[in-house]
């Protein structure tokens, strides 16, 4: 996934992920890249292993499914 840097402004920023991922890597990478939007200051090294201990925890506490 990618997320557009804050300089475009918040109305003009867009997130680009494949909606082709499993479940648990579309979470992951929904996760991923809307924690880059929000906090773009983060090294991607943090906003990784944040996203998959998130994703991992979630994943285990609840069932979850794509929509399609």
Request: with cysteine.
């Amino acid at each position: 996934g990618l997320c557009d840097s804050p300089k475009n402004g918040p109305a003009d920023r867009k997130m680009h992920i494949n909606p082709n991922l499993d479940t648990k890597d579309l979470f992951e990478t929904i996760l991923h890249e809307s924690t880059h939007g929000s906090f773009f200051l983060l090294d991607e090294e943090t906003v990784t292993e944040f996203a998959a201990n998130i994703t991992d925890f979630l994943f285990k506490c609840f069932k979850i499914e794509k929509i399609d």
